[in-house]
């Protein structure tokens, strides 16, 4: 019978591999897509002023915390050696192409490849600094 002997979890964010000048880029990539409507959104009733959180300062206060938390999890995974290690998310199309992203996947083996897209065709917030 199995054991579950811990879980760990992180948000998805291109955030977590990207240092923050890169975070400006990303920004004005989503300013540009139209299917956002930023006037609407800083036109929204009681949206805090974000003034303090996008100053460089600031965004590689939180950069380092989040690099931190992220080699905690690494420490804690290694600690807990586990025999198998079940991995819940999306594919977003790393490991399938477009049109034919199940909405369940199982893999079994040893170990998984990790096969990026080119550089070349990724916008450059989507580069890891």
């Given at each position: 019978m199995a054991v579950c002997i811990g879980g760990l979890a992180t948000s998805h964010s291109p955030q977590l591999n990207t240092e923050p000048p890169i975070w400006l880029v990303r920004a004005e990539w989503d300013r540009s897509n139209p299917v956002f409507d930023f006037q609407t959104l800083l036109s929204r009733?009681?949206?805090r002023d974000l003034t303090t959180d996008l100053q460089m300062d600031e965004?590689?206060?939180?950069?380092e915390r989040c690099q931190s938390a992220i080699a905690t999890l690494s420490e804690h995974?290694?600690?807990?050696?586990?025999?198998?290690v079940?991995?819940?998310g999306d594919d977003q199309h790393e490991m399938f192409p477009g049109d034919v992203i199940p909405a369940i996947s199982i893999y079994g083996d040893d170990s998984i490849d990790d096969h990026p897209r080119p550089l070349k065709t990724l916008h450059a917030s989507q580069v890891a600094g």
């Open positions: 009733p009681g949206l965004m590689w206060r939180r950069y995974l290694l600690e807990l050696a586990p025999d198998v079940v991995i819940v």
